[in-house]
Structures are given as structure tokens and as C-alpha cells.
């Protein structure tokens, strides 16, 4: 794990939070949240492709759907995965105290489990925690919130931003939990961001679908897509100037932040990524297309062989050369491709550069943050992927993930 400083968050008017101990874990700890999301909210969510949908996801996908939910309860220690038609009764089970409660509906409530698959929920952990939950809510509960949905992860992950757009002041706040199972098909492990922008539901789609494509849909650790993963983005809508009204500077503003957002929150994921030592760019130069150029970086981002070199600190190209070449990439395209580890060009002319040093990448290599920039010129395009390398200590903390 690459350890980085976690900082306060800032509230987000109306997004109320609160945090627990339910007991999922023998050790105490947060483990499960409750979000009071204020009327005239609006919500956008993804969740994961994984055939395999956790109970939670299957419930939430279909609220979600409804109007604007009320609640989000989120607990961490067990996934609620592979429980079939019991895993969702127990859902029920639990939302309906949350329900009784605070006179919502159980369309009104979204929910999240993070942690072992194929065991039953403590149901009746989560239901005498609710009404403490209840009773705890303050808008500057972020930090506890974050800590809340943490399994393997070693730190928490959390960004937030201030601003102002116009005379206003407008608030982005986001947490994310993610170390392992991570190859995100549109969202990642859990994330949750909110802001005070006011802002339709159509408009916040559309933003959140870009975003992932761009953050979350462009991290992987070890090429497994989770049963539960969810991403959602809420706006509280607190702002007398709504985004469809702004200038196009202020949307671009606007935009440029909570996509700095996402992406921090992705690159947190991967620097805590289960047992990495490095944090490796994979930038895809000179490309026809987007998606062309993210199918040669994933392929190499998730070639063990690619992964557990650059664990090694060793500058072994030709697994990279490999991984590309079992990507979709042209056979023409190989004429024109150019392998670089940082700024040291390896690979050009279908044969090794002739004035490649060895041990100028051995050196390099040496560094926690790494590039590889693999240029195809064979257009003006762009994508970067983000990795890490493949240690003893992942398949450590794997294989004894249920001890």
C-alpha cells in the first residue's frame, strides 16, 4: 500500500451522514452508515456488469428507478452476494425498521454491502443500529463515513472541493472504498459523491456516465469486477443558480472539478491497491480512438507477468510487448509502435533501440510512481490507465481473506 494523506471533508448542505459499530467485524469498528438526502435532491447511479448482482444491487437498481430516494444504508463486512431470494428478504428485513422509522418507504431507501460473499447479513446487528444511526445525523459526518466502508483497504479515501461559481459557493465531496477485486466495467468497488449544485436529473446522467468513463472505468488491480459495485452521485440542489443556466466557462468549471474528483478518488483506489509497491501510469499515445487505445492499456495493466515485473524492478519489455500483442491492436500497427518506460525509448521499429541502456530502466524502476508510455502514431488521441504491480503480499491478503 502507497500511503497518502486523507484530509477533512466539507459538508454538502442538505446531505446529512452518520456512522456505527454494528458488530459485522469481531473487532470494533465503523461499519455501517446511514445519508439523509434532502427533498428536491436528485440522484445518478452505475452499478456494476458482474452477472452475478449482490442482493443490495438488485434492490437498489430497481429503486433507483422509482424518483429521487430518501436513504442510503451502507454496511461493510459482508457483501450480501450469492444469497439469492433470502438475501434479499433480509434487506427488506432491515430497511422496513428504517422505514417505520422515518415514515419513508422502502422504494425511498438505496442499499450497499461490501465484504464476504455467499454469507447472510446480521440482520439483526443492522436493525438495533438503525435507530442510533437516526439519531447520530450531522451533515459533517464524512470523515466516519469513510472509515465506515473500509474491508481490506489500509486507509481511507476521501477528496473534497470548495469554489465558487458566480457568487456562489458550490461544494463537491466524495469517499470511495477499493483495494482489491478491482477492474471496474462502469463504476468501481463503492463510491459516493455529493455536491450542492442545482442540477436536473438528466444533466447529472450524463455528467456521471462521462466521469466513469474516464476515472473509475480506467482503473484495475487484478481484472476482477465485483458483485456489489456501485457508484453514486447526489446533488442536493441547494444553489439558487441551476447548472443548465451557468455559461459554458462556469459548466466547464464545474465539470473540471468533480471530474478531478473521480479521478483522485480512482488514482486513491490504486495506490491502495492490496499489497502494491508502485503506482503505474499506462499512457496510450498517438491513437485512432479512445477505446482502441483503453483495450491495449488494460491489456497490459492486467498481465501478471507485466505486473510482477515491474514488482521485481525489472525492465523486462518484452512482456509488455506480449501483452500488447494479444490486445485487439492492428498487425499493421505494430510497424509503428513505440515502448517507453518513462522517457527511455525501448522499442521502435518493430526492434529493440539500438541506443537503449538497461540499466537506466533498472534505476528507474526503482521509483513508487511509474510510466509506461506505449505510442502507436496512428492518430491524435489519448487514454491513460492506472495499475499496480503484483507482490507477495496481495496473494497473502487473498489467501487469507476468510481466516
Known amino acids: 500500500m502507497l500511503k497518502r494523506k486523507n484530509t477533512k471533508t466539507y459538508a454538502v448542505e442538505g446531505i446529512q451522514l ?10 470494533r469498528r465503523y461499519d455501517l452508515s446511514l445519508v439523509k438526502i434532502c427533498d428536491g435532491s436528485v440522484i445518478s447511479g452505475v452499478f456494476t456488469k458482474n452477472k452475478a448482482k449482490a442482493a443490495p444491487v ?14 442510503l444504508i451502507v454496511n461493510a ?6 444469497t439469492g431470494i433470502e438475501g434479499v428478504n433480509d434487506i427488506k428485513a432491515y430497511c422496513k425498521i428504517l422505514s417505520d422509522e422515518t415514515s419513508c418507504s422502502f422504494k425511498d431507501i438505496l442499499v450497499f454491502s461490501t465484504g464476504v460473499i455467499g454469507q447472510r447479513i446480521k440482520v439483526n446487528n443492522i436493525k438495533k443500529s438503525i435507530p442510533k444511526l437516526i439519531k447520530k445525523m450531522k451533515e459533517d459526518n464524512w470523515d466516519n463515513f469513510s472509515k465506515s466502508i473500509l474491508t481490506t483497504d489500509t486507509c481511507t479515501k476521501k477528496i473534497s472541493k470548495r469554489f465558487k461559481i458566480g457568487n456562489e459557493i458550490v461544494t463537491i465531496s466524495g469517499v470511495a472504498k477499493g483495494s482489491g477485486m478491482i477492474m471496474p466495467n ?11 449544485i442545482k442540477i436536473s436529473k438528466k444533466e447529472l446522467d450524463k455528467i456521471l456516465k462521462k466521469i466513469t468513463d474516464k476515472s473509475y472505468n480506467m482503473i484495475t488491480v487484478d481484472s476482477d469486477t465485483s458483485t456489489n459495485d456501485s457508484s453514486i452521485l447526489i446533488s442536493s440542489c ?12 462556469d459548466k466547464k468549471k464545474f465539470y473540471s472539478h468533480m471530474e478531478s474528483v473521480y479521478i483522485g478518488l480512482a488514482k486513491k483506489i490504486i495506490r491502495d491497491a492490496e499489497g502494491a ?41 518484452g512482456r509488455i510487448l506480449s501483452a500488447i500483442g494479444n490486445s485487439e491492436i492492428q498487425t499493421k500497427d505494430i510497424n509503428k509502435l513505440e515502448i517507453y518506460l518513462g522517457k ?12 537503449y541502456k538497461e540499466s537506466s530502466t533498472i534505476k528507474y524502476l526503482k521509483q513508487k510512481n511509474i510510466e509506461i508510455n506505449i505510442v502507436l502514431n496512428n492518430g491524435n488521441e489519448e487514454v491513460t490507465v492506472w495499475t499496480s504491480d503484483l507482490t507477495h503480499k496481495y496473494i497473502k491478503i487473498n489467501a487469507e481473506y476468510r481466516s
Open 18 to 27: 452518520s456512522s456505527v459499530c454494528s458488530e459485522m467485524y469481531p473487532k
Open 58 to 71: 438488485i434492490v437498489s437498481q430497481k429503486h433507483i428507478k422509482y424518483k429521487n430516494p430518501k436513504y
Open 77 to 82: 463486512g459482508n457483501a450480501n452476494a450469492g
Open 186 to 196: 462502469m463504476a468501481t468497488m463503492l463510491s459516493f459523491v455529493a455536491t450542492n
Open 238 to 249: 441547494k444553489t439558487k443558480t441551476s447548472y443548465e443556466k451557468l455559461s459554458a466557462t
Open 277 to 317: 509497491t508502485k503506482f503505474i501510469s499506462i499512457n496510450i499515445k498517438k491513437i485512432k480512438n479512445k477505446k482502441y487505445g483503453k483495450n491495449i492499456g488494460m491489456n497490459i495493466a492486467n498481465s501478471p507477468l507485466v505486473k510482477t515485473a515491474l514488482f521485481a524492478e525489472d525492465p523486462n519489455w
Open 344 to 355: 527511455y525509448l525501448i522499442f521502435k521499429n518493430n526492434m529493440l533501440n539500438k541506443k
